[in-house]
């Protein structure tokens, strides 16, 4: 099976060594997204998870999908507390990305990511048609 490996600089730049996606058949896996290099780098939570989210989001539809797509995601926290005092406004990011069509969530508390000031990365999971 053909796999066909992108990077989005554009959209959400990747280091040198890896790519932001790798396409195989239907199945598109996205590497982890952060706020890296936006105004959000350094914002509270919720501010980068808009970000990372959005960054997902435009990635599959550059590679021909819909947020209805993606059904599976791993978000990795350097908070969890932070994160359960955000319920509400992830509930309202989350309704506001996906209409609905929710994936498949597992989420990681870690103790740091790659850069200060990133607190939220998101890797997904998705199924293209065609």
């Not at 554009?10 to 997204?33: E, H, K, M, Q, W």
């Not at 507390?81 to 209409?99: C, H, I, P, S």
């Not at 609905?100 to 939220?120: C, F, M, R, S």
Request: net charge negative; glycine share 10%; with cysteine.
């Amino acid at each position: 099976m053909e796999k066909i490996r992108h990077n989005h600089p554009d959209i959400a730049p990747s280091g040198a060594s890896y790519s932001r996606t790798v396409r195989a058949g239907n199945l598109l896996f996205i590497a982890g997204c952060t706020a890296r290099g936006t105004e959000a780098q350094g914002k509270d939570l919720m501010t980068q998870l808009r970000v990372t989210l959005d960054r997902i989001v435009r990635v599959v539809a550059a590679e021909g999908g819909t947020p209805g797509d993606i059904v599976k995601i791993t978000t990795y926290v350097t908070s969890i507390e932070e994160w359960r005092n955000a319920t509400v406004a992830q509930d309202y990011l989350f309704a506001e990305f996906f209409k609905g069509a929710y994936p498949a969530n597992t989420l990681v508390e870690i103790g740091a990511l790659a850069e200060p000031g990133l607190d939220v990365e998101i890797e997904a999971i998705a199924v293209l048609d065609g």
